[in-house]
């Protein structure tokens, strides 16, 4: 688990495909590694790896397929800057939300637009994703914890103030740009909670319009 609070920005050092898969070597920058040992998940980009060596300067993680199909990781080469997070321990402080590090879908940046001193980004999710968007709610973006400033169908609106800038990647965000997005881990179980016992059957699609009117969740 992590927090969404960006420890570090590091640099894809090189992608080696191995196996049908990639190995990819991460330099860390200031991300003290210290208390890192083989094993350990790390966040790259809200993506969770695990360290199978540690160099001294950063650290090697596999890559599987399904991680290089369902993110937005296949666009990262040799020089891409990435945000880093170690994982949680019962000592941290949550100054983000319950972070996973399984990313949910990839979406694209639409816009970015300055806003006094901050900037105003309008970002593009998958159409499944957006019923797990609320105003003022809480989504991973990059790995990054960030609140919900707007929404409008499937886009939804984030400032960024100046410290988030720069302490993250998000300062090279430009439209066209696609991001890792992971929703908020409350919104995924309560879609699943309200199921019943309907979530042990296997032809299940999830919540439609008529389960929740059949529930008494919608009135006329």
């Known amino acids: 688990m992590f927090t969404g609070i960006i420890e570090a920005i590091g640099t894809i050092q090189s992608i080696t495909p191995k196996g049908g898969d990639v190995r990819v070597y991460v330099k860390t920058g200031k991300l003290d590694l ?14 969770c790896l695990t360290a199978v060596q540690l160099p001294g300067d950063g650290f090697w993680a596999d890559v599987s397929r399904e991680t290089l199909a369902r993110t937005g990781f296949a666009d990262l080469k040799s020089g891409s800057r990435v945000n880093l997070e170690k994982a949680l321990t019962p000592t941290s402080r949550l100054g983000g939300h319950l972070v996973s590090g399984h990313v949910d879908g990839v979406g ?25 968007i609320a105003l003022k709610g809480s989504i991973t973006v990059d790995g990054t914890s960030l609140t919900v400033n707007g929404v409008d169908g499937a886009d939804f609106e984030l400032t960024i103030v100046p410290h988030t800038l720069a302490e993250t990647i998000m300062a090279d965000y430009r439209a066209g740009r696609r991001v890792n ?40």
């Open 34 to 47: 210290g208390d890192v040992k083989l094993g350990d998940s790390i966040a790259v980009n809200g993506v």
């Open 108 to 132: 694209e940046i639409i816009s970015r637009e300055d806003n006094a001193r901050a900037v105003q980004f309008r970002i593009r999710a998958p159409r499944e994703l957006a019923k797990y």
């Open 181 to 220: 997005l992971e929703v908020d881990l409350l919104a995924r179980y309560l879609e699943r909670l309200l199921l019943g016992d309907k979530a042990a059957e296997p032809t299940s699609t999830g919540i439609t319009e008529s389960f929740l009117a059949a529930h008494g969740y919608l009135t006329k």
